[in-house]
């Protein structure tokens, strides 16, 4: 098993440029969530899904969006990039029976300039 | 507003000696407590949880100790080994369900050989 695999490392973006942050699992969880972490600020929920087709905001849900059309892949879309969105991201997945006991995947490191 | 707080950015601890990271929470509705460990350039790990009904858990050298009228967490780590230097987070959930997970600040703990 590859866990919970992101794309890219690393990304540097304009202001104003769009995005997608690829999160895929290849556990068959059906929870899947995105978080953002800042100095200082520990980690944020952006989205989450419990399952295919089925998608929720988190606390810092502004300025980004998700959809959940397989069970595998759950991709972070940046629409339109600020300063403010420079974070790591991290994808995360668990059964839904056990959401406490999330799988994190390695982080993808955006700067926007 | 910070709902869960690690108020110690930092903790150093010599080898073989115990290790007490401590979180505080203000949200009364939280009734489920996470532990998660972050090794650098890399995703959070589950460490330990505890449910609100409980006011102890063990799992090897880890515990977790919950005071619910003091709304306060406690992680300890007896005895330290400097594979344990890492940043610690803890996180609350208002219960099964809900799937929104709160996360503290964090601690970096380093132990010292």
């Known amino acids: 098993n590859a866990g919970v695999t992101q794309t890219p490392k690393f990304q540097v973006l304009k202001t104003g440029q769009s995005m997608t942050l690829q999160c895929a699992q290849d556990?068959?969880?059906?929870?899947m969530s995105w978080y953002r972490q800042d100095p200082g600020m520990g980690l944020r929920l952006i989205h989450y899904s419990v399952g295919a087709g089925i998608t929720d905001q988190g606390e810092v849900p502004n300025g980004y969006n998700v959809s959940r059309s397989t069970t595998e892949d759950f991709p972070l879309r940046l629409l339109s990039a600020a300063p403010s969105q420079t974070s790591v991201y991290f994808c995360?997945?668990?059964?839904?029976?056990?959401?406490?006991?999330?799988?994190f995947g390695p982080g993808t490191r955006l700067t926007v300039l | 507003d910070q709902q869960v707080k690690q108020n110690s950015p930092s903790l150093s601890v010599q080898e073989g000696r115990i290790s007490i990271l401590n979180c505080d929470y203000t949200n009364s509705m939280f009734d489920y407590f996470l532990w998660y460990k972050k090794y650098p350039a890399e995703g959070p790990t589950f460490l330990i949880s505890i449910s609100s009904i409980k006011d102890k858990n063990e799992d090897g050298r880890f515990t977790v100790f919950l005071n619910k009228s003091a709304k306060h967490l406690s992680l300890h780590i007896v005895p330290s080994q400097p594979g344990d230097s890492a940043v610690y987070f803890c996180?609350?959930?208002?219960?099964?369900?809900?799937?929104?997970?709160?996360f503290g600040t964090g601690t970096r703990l380093k132990v010292l050989a």
């Open positions: 996180a609350a959930s208002e219960g099964s369900g809900t799937y929104k997970y709160i």
């Open positions: 995360a997945s668990s059964y839904l029976r056990d959401t406490d006991t999330q799988y």
């Open positions: 556990m068959n969880h059906e929870y």
